[in-house]
């Protein structure tokens, strides 16, 4: 019996350049990218009216009070997927909780992607909540994109490497400073750093400077490394590239008050993942690195410099890995079976 066809279109929308970019190094045959409009009742409307969606799926903390609304007018099952709401989030939505509820009472099923957000949708008054685990602890296996330069690669072989990613505005100095301590133990020593915002760049290289560092950026292809002390990635979408390759990787935002950033990538590769005092978006992950013995927290560069290795722990790696396949595997199952249903209603 002939598989029946559901999906004929996907439409990605997206709201940052930095993220159509990435978007445009995959070839997908059915989908087509395009920036997510401004949450008003007008736009919102002749979005919805000129593409005409069949299904709508929202991504972690997408929430959009008007275009779920009109979602809900046109009939449009909405689907929440891998959702995640922080304390501080639950708490703004509950100073309007009427109008909160009102909102979220237009999902029709939600996949919160820890305990705790399962807990707040349930305040909210959603009406289906299903906890599968969170899609974070999953991963994209494309050889095309995880690889570096031969030649850089081939640089960085010679010396003794770490990373500093996802790092914001005064967390590259903090690294920098990091990389002063760790060098006096260790030679040939380069700091990778990856800024959340490589628009940035220009203003850290000058920073660092100051302290009488090296710096050598990505995008000017520098032919040797001989000399560098801090490599700047300062191009979009590398940034597993260097994961793979390290065994320590600092995660910014967790020095600054920002909740810190997402550690999976790193540690699926096997890397000892450091990071600051304020990491209250991954709570839940980082309780299960703590409790694999891969992660550490931080508080100035000296304990920085301290704990980092250069060995990786490939054991813990294959079993976080293992735990995002099978997240994966039931959320893939999972959804397809709500795109089936709902398909065989119309």
């Given at each position: 019996m002939k598989?029946?066809?559901?999906?004929?279109?996907?439409?990605?929308?997206?709201?940052?350049?930095?993220?159509?970019?990435?978007?445009?190094?995959?070839?997908?045959?059915?989908?087509?990218?395009?920036?997510?409009?401004?949450?008003?009742?007008?736009?919102?409307?002749?979005?919805?009216?000129?593409?005409?969606p069949s299904i709508a799926i929202f991504v972690d903390s997408e929430i959009w009070p008007c275009m779920y609304k009109n979602i809900k007018k046109k009939n449009i099952p909405l689907v929440l997927l891998n959702a995640r709401l922080t304390k501080k989030t639950f708490k703004r939505w509950?100073?309007?909780?009427?109008?909160?509820?009102?909102?979220?009472?237009?999902?029709?099923?939600?996949?919160?992607?820890?305990?705790?957000?399962?807990?707040?949708?349930?305040?909210?008054?959603?009406n289906k909540i299903n906890y599968l685990g969170n899609l974070k602890f999953a991963e994209n296996h494309d050889e095309n994109f995880e690889k570096i330069n031969y030649k850089l690669k081939k640089e960085l072989n010679k010396k003794k490497i770490w990373v500093a990613s996802s790092t914001h505005r005064t967390e590259e100095l903090f690294c920098a400073k990091a990389h002063i301590e760790l060098k006096k133990r260790v030679k040939n020593l380069i700091t990778i750093i990856i800024p959340r915002h490589i628009h940035r760049s220009e203003n850290i290289v000058s920073e660092i400077?100051?302290?009488?560092?090296?710096?050598?950026?990505?995008?000017?292809?520098?032919?040797?490394?001989?000399?560098?002390?801090?490599?700047?990635?300062?191009?979009?979408?590398?940034?597993?590239?260097?994961?793979?390759?390290?065994?320590?990787?600092?995660?910014?935002?967790?020095?600054?008050?920002?909740?810190?950033?997402?550690?999976?990538?790193?540690?699926?590769?096997?890397?000892?993942?450091l990071h600051g005092p304020n990491i209250d978006n991954f709570i839940d992950v980082y309780k299960l690195l703590k409790y694999f013995k891969i992660s550490k927290k931080v508080n100035t560069p000296r304990e920085l410099a301290l704990s980092i290795t250069f060995k990786k722990n490939k054991n813990i790696g294959n079993r976080i890995k293992n735990i995002g396949d099978n997240i994966l595997k039931k959320t893939i199952k999972e959804i397809d079976n709500f795109i089936i249903d709902e398909f065989k209603k119309t």
């Open positions: 598989k029946k066809k559901y999906i004929d279109q996907i439409l990605v929308t997206s709201s940052t350049l930095s993220s159509s970019k990435v978007l445009e190094k995959f070839k997908f045959r059915k989908t087509v990218h395009q920036f997510y409009p401004i949450d008003s009742f007008f736009l919102i409307n002749k979005f919805l009216e000129f593409w005409r509950m100073k309007l909780k009427n109008f909160g509820i009102n909102v979220f009472r237009n999902i029709t099923v939600a996949y919160p992607q820890n305990l705790e957000t399962k807990n707040y949708l349930k305040k909210l008054k959603l400077k100051n302290l009488n560092l090296n710096v050598s950026r990505h995008s000017f292809n520098p032919k040797g490394l001989k000399d560098t002390d801090i490599y700047i990635v300062d191009t979009f979408g590398e940034t597993k590239k260097f994961h793979k390759i390290a065994c320590s990787v600092f995660l910014g935002g967790s020095i600054i008050y920002r909740g810190g950033q997402n550690p999976l990538e790193a540690a699926r590769f096997g890397a000892k993942i």
